[in-house]
């Protein structure tokens, strides 16, 4: 659609489009269905074991910075260089790219007071065993490498979580991740 738009549009235009996809993305706040982060918080928070239907599907998990950080990032090097227009992939290194149990596994251990997880495989819906990205392409134009390993990542979808179960001040601790965020590689 984009290359459609853009033949379409902006043929004798100098004018840079771009985009962006990210890989599976986790961060505070996000309370849809049928996804593990979410579902580990609300187990968290009813002090049950999470139910995870399929342990064993490797997935490219980043924190929500990370995307939002380099669409940013895009748009400003683009303005000043329009030559780098392209299509980017956004994701972690190959060595965040974990399986559905590991990650669950993470989360349990950063949360703590005993949370635990179960294996309910129920052969439901049809899923790809391992998805990842090249992003070699976005690395290679902007010099970038991801801010946070899983691990960070993870634990500042805890500190979140539990700032949010909490009643803390939600928006002072999503200034300071984003200020954490920001310093790292300073």
């Given at each position: 659609?984009?290359?459609?738009?853009?033949?379409?549009?902006?043929?004798?235009?100098?004018?840079?489009?771009?985009t962006?996809?990210a890989?599976?993305?986790?961060?505070g706040?996000?309370?849809a269905?049928?996804?593990i982060?979410?579902?580990?918080y609300?187990?968290?928070?009813?002090?049950?074991?999470?139910?995870?239907?399929?342990?064993?599907?490797?997935?490219?998990?980043?924190?929500?910075?990370?995307?939002?950080?380099?669409?940013?990032?895009?748009?400003?090097?683009?303005?000043?260089?329009?030559?780098?227009?392209?299509?980017?992939?956004?994701?972690?290194?190959?060595?965040?790219?974990?399986d559905?149990?590991?990650?669950?596994?993470?989360?349990?251990?950063?949360?703590?007071?005993?949370?635990?997880?179960?294996?309910?495989?129920?052969?439901?819906?049809?899923?790809?065993?391992?998805?990842?990205?090249?992003?070699?392409?976005?690395?290679?134009?902007?010099?970038w490498?991801?801010?946070?390993?899983?691990?960070?990542?993870?634990?500042?979808?805890?500190?979140?979580?539990?700032?949010?179960?909490?009643?803390?001040?939600?928006?002072?601790?999503?200034?300071?991740?984003?200020?954490?965020?920001?310093?790292?590689?300073?």
């Amino acid at each position: 659609v984009t290359h459609s738009y853009i033949r379409s549009f902006f043929a004798d235009s100098d004018t840079a489009v771009s985009t962006a996809r990210a890989g599976n993305v986790i961060g505070g706040g996000d309370f849809a269905s049928d996804r593990i982060i979410p579902d580990c918080y609300r187990s968290a928070v009813i002090k049950q074991p999470v139910t995870v239907r399929n342990p064993y599907s490797i997935r490219p998990y980043q924190h929500v910075l990370e995307p939002l950080f380099l669409y940013l990032t895009i748009v400003k090097k683009q303005w000043e260089d329009p030559s780098i227009r392209g299509y980017y992939n956004v994701g972690p290194d190959d060595c965040d790219c974990v399986d559905t149990g590991t990650l669950t596994t993470l989360f349990c251990k950063s949360w703590g007071r005993g949370m635990q997880w179960e294996n309910k495989s129920d052969g439901g819906p049809h899923e790809a065993g391992f998805l990842k990205l090249d992003c070699s392409k976005l690395k290679t134009t902007f010099g970038w490498k991801p801010h946070w390993n899983l691990d960070t990542a993870i634990e500042m979808v805890v500190e979140w979580s539990k700032c949010w179960v909490e009643g803390g001040d939600i928006r002072a601790c999503m200034d300071k991740e984003i200020a954490t965020f920001l310093s790292v590689g300073e």
